[in-house]
């Protein structure tokens, strides 16, 4: 099971940290970042494999990093620079390695967090 925190409001330029909680799962699978708006599909945020590997999204990179404290079996998210179109439901999810593949495919992951809201305003 994994279980989001971090979400909340922020001003533009403001910077929040998501965790994506998960005893079993974030150093046996990748774990990736999605997130959604209402009305419109789940978009893939960022991943990270198994072997340490990243991945991210055009509109992030470069704003947000994804890492992973083994310590705690937890998978951050920094996101740094918001925007009011960062705004979404954001969820952690994890599933089989991506080999650099299409981590982005909310279809490749077999296990989902609940969510966590941020407004960026």
């Known amino acids: 099971q994994l279980v989001e925190s971090g979400g909340g409001s922020v001003q533009a330029g403001g910077s929040l940290r998501l965790a994506c909680a998960g005893a079993a799962h974030t150093s046996t699978f990748c774990v990736a970042w999605f997130r959604q708006v209402p009305g419109k599909e789940r978009e893939g945020v960022a991943a990270r494999d198994t072997d340490g590997s990243t991945s991210y999204a055009d509109s992030v990179r470069g704003r947000f990093t994804i890492s992973r404290d083994g310590t705690n079996n937890t998978v951050y998210l920094q996101m740094n620079n918001l925007v009011p179109e960062d705004t979404a439901m954001y969820y952690c999810?994890?599933?089989?390695?991506?080999?650099?593949?299409?981590?982005?495919?909310?279809?490749?992951?077999?296990?989902w967090g609940q969510g966590t809201q941020v407004t960026v305003s």
């Open positions: 999810a994890a599933g089989p390695r991506a080999f650099g593949g299409a981590w982005y495919l909310p279809s490749r992951y077999n296990y």
